[in-house]
Structures are given as C-alpha cells and as structure tokens.
C-alpha cells in the first residue's frame, strides 16, 4: 500500500494517475475536498480507500493505519495570499512532522513537497544545496511554512530519511478546481479562444519588461515522470528542485497559448494588485544539476511542446 496525501490535488491526482499506469493500484488517498470540484481529479482513477485529511492524522496519531510502503506526503495549504499564519503552521508544519515521524519510524521512504516559494526573491540563488537553507527568506507565509519543515528535518538530522520536492511553476491538467491558484494558462485559455486577448500583469520592476518577468514552468507529465523515479529509488534522498532549469518569459507563455489556439497575438498588460507586489517572484529558474547527478535523464518537454499539450486537455476540460 502506498498512502498519498493531497491525492486529489492537482500533482497529487496526476500522480495518482502515474501510478495506476504503473499497475499499482493500491493507494491510501487522503485529502480535504471541502467545497470545490477538486472531487473530479479522481474519477476514473484506481486506488483502494480515501479518507479525510484530519480523520487520517488521528489515525496516524494513535496508529491505526496498516504500514504502507511509502508516504508520498503532498497535502498542504498552497494559497500564497492567506493571512492565517497559525493555519499554515498547523496545516503545512505540524502535520508534517507528524506523517514524517511515522515514516521514519516505520523506516519506510517519505517523500514530501517542498516549495520553490522558499527561495524568496532568489537573492541566495536556486540551488537545493541543503547547506544554504538557512539563508532563503521566502517572500509569504506559504513558502515560509514549507521552509521551516526543510529545516526541521534538516536540524534534527532527518535529512538523509526524506526527499523533498522543490516545486517551480507547476502546470497541466486536473487543476481546474484551483480558483485564483490555477496556472495563467488554465484561467486564461477560454479568453483567449473566443475574444483572442490575454492579460498579463504589468512589471513594477524597471529591469524587467511587461510581460518580462520569468519563471520556471514545468509540465505535471514531466513532474510525475520524476516523482516516480524518485519513488523507485529510495536511497535518493535530500531535497531536490523540480523546474525543468529553463526560465521563460510570461510573453512566451502567451505567445505558445495563442499559436495553440491558432490566434493572433495580442497581450493586454494590466496593473498588479498591490497585496501582491511585496509578494511576487519576477525570476525563478531551477538548478536541476542535483536531480541530473542522481541519475534522472530524461529531457523535459519544451514549453511550447508543454502548453500545446495542455492545450488540448482545456479545450474540453478533460482530466489526466
């Protein structure tokens, strides 16, 4: 049995489908599907048992749940605009170390998301060299949390019973549920399909151009790709960033959604909200240098290759 929580979620449910398209099929979903139609990611996907998020963690509190052979531990709170500091520490931290603590007991593998969100600014760079941890400043309460688990394991000497996941800019299917969190793409597409006009956030940066401002997008197929191997190899442990190492452009995300739509290009740039401003990454690209000494080698899609492929999934809403 593998126990994965967050299972509903976007990378949770594509990995999900990974799995079933491995042939395993005995999966532990956990999750908290509240309100949204976050529900939908698991329709046609095969596992043995869901069970909610907070009847999971009493469960493990009083260890009531078989042993599993894994813990791919993906449920968080990932909204980058929430102000309830106590939530995310509850949520993101405590929880954590909790499903931590079992695994390392059970002396079974832990993997975990970790966030790109912690590197801030990128002042300090985007190197997973655990040895810099400690000098990241993340720029909002999402990142933070996510950073103090990564030094908690790492001042409790656990680093080497964990893999973290370093995520970047991740995209694709099953995200629709995600409100003001799904990617430019997703809330975008329809627009740029019946009226061929995307919006674009002005830069408040003079060192980057409207539109300008970099990121590092990376496909959920190419994601889950790495989670599985990471999954086959246990003794790959540590944190390890997940991007495919290649900045672009947010110009270049419109420029792939309206060749994929077979429109003409055409960005309007508006004003950026300013609760936002203090919080937002103009540049992120990931050294993959980590990943790529741990014996990963497969090539990660382009992002025009990505965002045609993606695509295709919302011109109909499919699900992966």
Not at 43 to 69: L, M, S, W
Not at 120 to 132: Q, R, V
Not at 145 to 150: A, C, I, L, R
Not at 171 to 179: A, D, L, Q, S, V
């Amino acid at each position: 049995m593998i126990i994965l929580t967050g299972g509903a979620g976007l990378i949770g449910s594509c990995f999900l489908w990974k799995l079933n398209q491995e042939g395993i099929n005995d999966i532990l979903v956990v999750d908290h599907l509240n309100e949204s139609e976050k529900w939908k990611n698991l329709i046609g996907k095969k596992y043995y048992d869901y069970i909610q998020k907070n009847d999971f963690y009493n469960a493990v509190v009083h260890r009531q749940v078989p042993k599993p052979e894994a813990i791919i531990h993906l449920g968080a709170c990932s909204s980058t605009t929430l102000s309830d500091a106590n939530y995310y520490i509850k949520n993101n931290y405590e929880y954590s170390k909790v499903m931590a603590l079992w695994a390392f007991e059970l002396g079974i593998p832990f993997i975990y998301a970790s966030s790109a969100a912690t590197y801030g600014e990128g002042e300090n760079g985007y190197d997973d060299d655990e040895s810099k941890l400690i000098k990241l400043s993340p720029l909002n309460m999402y990142g933070y949390s996510k950073h103090m688990f990564d030094l908690w394991l790492q001042n409790n000497k656990y680093s080497d019973k964990a893999t973290g996941i370093k995520y970047f800019n991740v995209f694709g299917p099953n995200e629709y549920h995600k409100g003001d969190m799904r990617s430019v793409i997703c809330k975008n597409y329809d627009e740029v399909l019946q009226k061929g006009v995307l919006k674009l956030f002005k830069s408040h940066k003079k060192e980057y151009p409207d539109g300008g401002q970099k990121r590092d997008f990376v496909y959920i197929k190419d994601v889950v790709d790495v989670m599985w191997f990471l999954l086959k190899n246990p003794a790959k442990t540590g944190i390890f960033n997940l991007g495919t190492g290649k900045a672009r452009t947010w110009n270049d995300i419109a420029k792939s959604m309206f060749a994929a739509a077979g429109k003409k290009e055409n960005v309007e740039y508006i004003e950026m909200p300013d609760y936002l401003q203090p919080k937002y990454q103009y540049f992120t690209e990931a050294n993959m240098t980590k990943l790529r000494a741990a014996g990963y080698d497969k090539p990660f899609m382009e992002l025009e290759d990505s965002v045609k492929d993606y695509c295709g999934y919302l011109k109909n809403k499919n699900y992966l």
